[in-house]
């Protein structure tokens, strides 16, 4: 899936009300999917805004929160939930949480449409046109979400394991044979 946007943003855990740092990443499916570190290696949680967004605010419009010590309520980003529940972020800079708002939304509005590639066709990734692309062109990078699993992958792997199994069953039983 497309990456929409990524980067650190502080959240506030729902029972404590502690900042914690996270490394946040964006998908165009809508996934709000947050991370230990920049690995991306352990998932601390994911939020689907696409289905489950209501509304989000910025700045002084996230009212009854204190923002880490240093930051500036400006900073502030509030993701609410269709179930009423709240996930509380802060950006580094007003700037930063303001585009985190404007990329949550329209993730959340952009209709997702994934089509087979056609037979033949090779993706063109805009690359190769000149030594670093032209200026002023913004690159998108599109790679997978390494936990999403489809119905099609779970179905290949079991069925590869299946023919491994009869394999390597057929080859240890072979000696009986002769």
């Known amino acids: 899936m497309a990456l929409v946007k990524s980067g650190w943003l502080w959240r506030q855990s729902s029972i404590l009300r502690r900042w914690k740092r996270n490394w946040f990443v964006l998908y165009l499916d809508g996934?709000?999917?947050?991370?230990?570190?920049?690995?991306?290696r352990d998932m601390d949680g994911r939020i689907h805004v696409?289905?489950?967004?209501?509304?989000?605010?910025?700045?002084?419009?996230?009212?009854?929160?204190?923002?880490?010590e240093g930051k500036s309520r400006d900073c502030l980003l509030t993701v609410v939930l269709r179930d009423g529940s709240k996930t509380t972020l802060c950006a580094e800079s007003q700037?930063?949480?303001?585009?985190?708002k404007m990329a949550v939304l329209e993730a959340k509005?952009?209709?997702?449409?994934?089509?087979?590639?056609?037979?033949?066709?090779?993706?063109?990734?805009?690359?190769?046109?000149?030594?670093?692309?032209?200026?002023?062109?913004?690159?998108?990078?599109?790679r997978e979400d390494p936990y999403r699993v489809s119905?099609?992958?779970?179905a290949l792997g079991?069925?590869?394991?299946?023919?491994?199994?009869?394999a390597l069953g057929s080859f240890m039983w072979m000696p009986c044979w002769f």
């Open 158 to 166: 079991l069925l590869a394991g299946a023919a491994t199994g009869a």
């Open 50 to 68: 696409k289905y489950s967004c209501r509304d989000v605010r910025t700045g002084r419009e996230c009212k009854d929160v204190q923002p880490p």
């Open 109 to 142: 509005s952009t209709p997702v449409r994934l089509h087979p590639p056609k037979r033949g066709h090779r993706p063109s990734t805009g690359f190769g046109q000149g030594v670093g692309g032209a200026p002023g062109v913004t690159h998108v990078i599109v």
């Open 31 to 40: 996934s709000l999917v947050y991370y230990h570190d920049e690995t991306q």
């Open 95 to 100: 700037d930063d949480a303001v585009a985190w």
């Open 151 to 154: 119905g099609d992958q779970m």
